[in-house]
């Protein structure tokens, strides 16, 4: 009887095990999306940034990365935490977030005045 508990016990812990790796395998996925989507914001905007304003440096750095955005947000949906809806409500806040972050790069990285 306490054969069967402990091979019982083994079975339910590598049960555990194999429903975690996808779960971590989506995780990765779009931790790696996300990544490549604020690096391809980042080039974008600074390269936006020393030619124009900054708020039109990072509209336009939205709209040159769209394609990466989209990648994280199918790897997002991925999750079987998160459905279509989800992802469609978070995707404005997901903007407005990444557009106030590259708005306060630049001014966290300017030089003070000389004087």
């Known amino acids: 009887m306490a054969a069967l508990r402990r091979s019982l016990l083994a079975l339910s812990a590598a049960a ?8 971590r395998s989506w995780a990765g996925d779009a931790a790696t999306a996300h990544s490549s989507w604020r690096s391809c914001l980042g080039r ?49 806040d997901l903007v407005a977030r990444e557009r106030a972050a590259l708005l306060g ?9 000389l004087r």
């Open 44 to 92: 974008a905007y600074a390269e936006g940034a020393s030619l124009t304003g900054r708020d039109l440096a990072a509209d336009a750095a939205l709209r040159t990365c769209r394609g990466e955005e989209s990648a994280y947000l199918l790897a997002l949906s991925a999750s079987p935490l998160l459905d279509a809806d989800d992802i469609a409500q978070a995707r404005p």
């Open 105 to 113: 790069t630049l001014a966290a990285n300017t030089l003070p005045v």
């Open 16 to 23: 555990i095990m194999v429903a975690l790796v996808p779960a």
